[in-house]
């Protein structure tokens, strides 16, 4: 059994088996050994002339490469290892203690004796203080009077940097 000797086609990137395809034969100054440009078919010959980038076309082998189309090895998925529950004990509790924090009835309790004690802290921290000054009290000028003052400021520079010339 003999072997065939394939080419690859020069725009596309397909195998050409002998027999088929057109080659093209650049003739410039009669000189014999410029390249010989296999093709698989006429459309990949004239697409070439046309200097049309083999990237561009989705068929070609090239862009197919480009973007991993069609490969033949396919990804093996990674397996992910298994999590096995361990019960690990709390050194320093006894079981009466665990049973008191698991219990929803004794977290409620514990919450709402921190939620009352958080409101109380609030109260407190409200009747010591004063009361606050106004937003307009407190900042310099509003914004519309500083948009004004840049605005003239501006204007300035510009008529100073145009008498400069004068």
Known sequence: MSSFK????????????????????????????????????????SLFHQRVNPRKGH????????????SVEESKKRRSKRVTKARREITGLTKEDLKKKRSVTERKSIRAATEKRQKDEREKRKKGKVARPTAAAQSGPSRSQTKARHRVAGARARSSAGNVGR
């Open 6 to 45: 394939s080419e690859l086609c020069t725009f596309s990137g397909f195998r050409i088996w002998p027999g088929h395809g057109i080659r093209y034969v650049p003739c410039v100054n009669m000189q014999s050994t410029k390249l010989v440009y296999p093709f698989i078919n006429h459309k990949s010959k």
């Open 59 to 70: 068929w070609a082998m090239f862009y197919r490469r480009m973007h991993k189309k069609g």
